[in-house]
T-cell receptor, first 111, second 111 residues
Framework: NAGVTQTPKFQVLKTGQSMTLQCAQD?????MYWYRQDPGMGLRLIYY???????DKGEVPNGYNVSRLNKREFSLRLESAAPSQTSVYFC??????????FGPGTRLTVT | SQQGEEDPQALSIQEGENATMNCSYK?????LQWYRQNSGRGLVHLIL?????REKHSGRLRVTLDTSKKSSSLLITASRAADTASYFC???????????FGRGTSLIVHP
């Protein structure tokens, strides 16, 4: 039981490049989330998926797209990276309103 | 926008002392949860308290909830250097799938 896994752990992009952050959970959770964390800002929700087949915008969705590929996997795509997207990205999952399980994070730097 | 707000933003204590941090929120909730984040890691769930509960314990952790004041406190007794981390509260309300996080309290425990 690996919990929530994220790849990659680190990434450096140049402005304008694209990339996809991968997230998978093996706990059969319905809900999955993508957050970004910047110093002093706490966690900000980018997108979430309440169940397989649905996705919704969170607080800061601009510049991102998501795909809920199946119940296990929820990916986050940056189509044209900008320096403002330099951040640490966390994926999380949970069932109902129970506790969230977080992945280890992806540190992204956009130069 | 973030509903939960932790107080203080930073707390520095000696090993063996108790640490108290507070969380205030704005709207009615179903439950409130506390998470810990060690530097560079994902968040780890500590405790969940439901809106009809007033106090909950887990090891050296004690959480209280006052729904009339829309506030919660997390007490860590007999703190250890390993408790050094950031602590976040998160609230769930209504039928929402989206927990809202505060900006966290940074706790430093000096050995």
């Amino acid at each position: 039981n690996a919990g929530v896994t994220q790849t990659p752990k680190f990434q450096v992009l140049k402005t304008g490049q694209s990339m996809t952050l991968q997230c998978a959970q093996d706990m059969n959770h319905n809900s999955m989330y993508w957050y970004r964390q910047d110093p002093g800002m706490g966690l900000r929700l980018i997108y979430y998926s309440a169940s397989e087949g649905t996705t919704d915008k969170g607080e800061v969705p601009n510049g991102y797209n998501v795909s809920r590929l199946n119940k296990r996997e929820f990916s986050l795509r940056l189509e044209s990276a900008a320096p403002s997207q330099t951040s640490v990205y966390f994926c999380a999952s949970r069932q109902g309103q129970l506790k969230q399980y977080f992945g280890p994070g992806t540190r992204l730097t956009v130069t | 926008s973030q509903q939960g707000e932790e107080d203080p933003q930073a707390l520095s204590i000696q090993e063996g002392e108790n640490a108290t941090m507070n969380c205030s929120y704005k709207t009615s909730i179903n439950n409130l949860q506390w998470y810990r984040q060690n530097s560079g890691r994902g968040l780890v769930h500590l405790i969940l308290i439901r809106s009809n509960e007033r106090e909950k314990h887990s090891g050296r952790l004690r959480v209280t909830l006052d729904t009339s004041k829309k506030s919660s406190s997390l007490l860590i007794t007999a703190s250890r250097a390993a408790d050094t981390a950031s602590y976040f509260c998160a609230t769930d309300g209504g039928g929402s799938y989206i927990p809202t996080f505060g900006r966290g309290t940074s706790l430093i425990v000096h050995p």
